[in-house]
């Protein structure tokens, strides 16, 4: 009889509902964040999924930078780097009839985690009309880009007229990669209003 007590009284304790708490510790210099996923307050509904830990590398956990409102959007999509690149620019020329607002920044991937913002991070500019201006970094660790990482760049832009595009270079004086670029036909529209014509304020 007292063992059959017993054991009814472990599987009442175990099938107990448990107060889901969230866990954050400090990283030592170098170590990792780990962060665990807190269950609903309870009454709500809950799903079948189990909490999972997330551990992120402390030095890639960056934020994503929310462009200017209005405008246009624009995302070349994931790409990785092509054999032989040596430096990756990317680059905006203004064929609208005034100076337009842009602002570029380039994202490393990964997966199942939050894009990274690669250096230089969020450039802004007022570019004028006919003008054409650009950025390039270098392939290799711990540089800007590495191989065996997607990337991806986000444009904004203030007029449909200023067109993006992505080059790949196999040295560092702008010998494009044939074949490899991204013209402003691959750019995709994610946000704001990907037609309006209009100047800079």
């Known amino acids: 009889m007292l063992p059959m007590i017993a054991r009814t009284c472990l599987l009442t304790v175990l099938a107990a509902p448990v107060a889901a708490v969230e866990v954050m510790r400090s990283p030592a210099p170098g170590d990792t964040l780990e962060i665990e996923r807190s269950a609903p307050p309870r009454g709500a509904n809950q799903s079948a999924e189990s ?3 997330v551990t992120l590398p402390k030095s890639q956990t960056m934020s994503v930078n929310q462009p200017e409102s209005g405008g246009c959007l624009l995302s070349s999509g994931p790409f990785a ?20 607002r842009v ?8 997966i199942g985690a939050s894009a990274e913002v690669v250096y230089p991070g969020t450039l802004r500019k007022v570019l004028p009309h006919a003008h054409e201006m650009h950025n390039a970094n270098s392939v290799g660790s711990g540089r800007p880009f590495e191989t065996g990482s997607d990337y991806e760049v986000v444009v904004w832009r203030s007029d ?4 993006p595009a992505v080059s790949f270079w ?3 004086g702008n010998s494009e990669i044939p074949g490899t670029r991204i013209g402003p036909e691959g750019f995709v529209a994610v946000g704001g209003d990907c037609h ?3 100047a800079h304020d």
């Open 81 to 100: 780097l092509p054999a032989g690149t040596r430096s990756v620019d990317w680059k905006l020329v203004n064929r609208g009839a005034a100076s337009a």
């Open 170 to 172: 196999s040295d560092h």
């Open 196 to 198: 309006r014509r209009g």
């Open 160 to 163: 449909a007229r200023v067109l």
């Open 51 to 53: 909490s999972e830990a």
């Open 103 to 110: 602002e570029v920044t380039v994202y490393r991937l990964r």
